[in-house]
């Protein structure tokens, strides 16, 4: 996706519809009844969100590889799925050799604000990742997850 799609789709007085329209056009897959809120950021059409999801503002999708989120997934403000890192390079470039991996966030969840979610992780069905939490690894469903990194610290009922 190019600066013009992001920058125009990111104005905060764009209806929504209109935004869900223009992402639409550039790729990505936007379910019925979901609400996407301007300043978000998408690399590219890699995305699928799911029915009924809320995106709010300044959240980012890296877009190097594929995101994919479930249904009625609440992502609060700046959070940020991540697709993409290095390898560890030599003492001379220690970013080496660039590696992508998708991101999933399963049916139900809901990231915090200013969470971080890393390349390779699936974020089960049911989970809450609360604010500022870094997730490196995938979760098991129905969890509370805290921290950096995150850990799991409650379970959540059904």
């Not at 300044?58 to 993409?84: E, H, P, R, W």
């Not at 970013?95 to 809901?110: C, D, F, Q, R």
């Amino acid at each position: 996706m190019n600066r013009v799609v992001n920058g125009i789709q990111a104005l905060p007085f764009i209806p929504g519809r209109l935004r869900n329209s223009i992402l639409r056009w550039s790729g990505l897959k936007i379910g019925r009844g979901t609400r996407v809120f301007g300043q978000s950021f998408f690399g590219s059409g890699k995305c699928m969100i799911g029915d009924g999801c809320f995106i709010s503002v300044q959240c980012f999708f890296d877009g190097s590889d594929t995101v994919t989120i479930g249904n009625n997934v609440y992502l609060a403000m700046g959070v940020k799925l991540i697709t993409s890192a290095h390898q560890f390079g030599g003492a001379d470039k220690r970013a080496g050799a660039a590696a992508k991996a998708p991101v999933v966030i399963g049916n139900g969840s809901w990231l915090g604000a200013s969470s971080l979610v890393l390349p390779g992780v699936v974020v089960a069905p049911g989970c809450i990742i609360a604010a500022g939490a870094v997730v490196t690894k995938s979760t098991a469903a129905n969890g509370l997850y805290v921290g950096v990194p995150a850990r799991r610290v409650r379970e959540l009922g059904v």
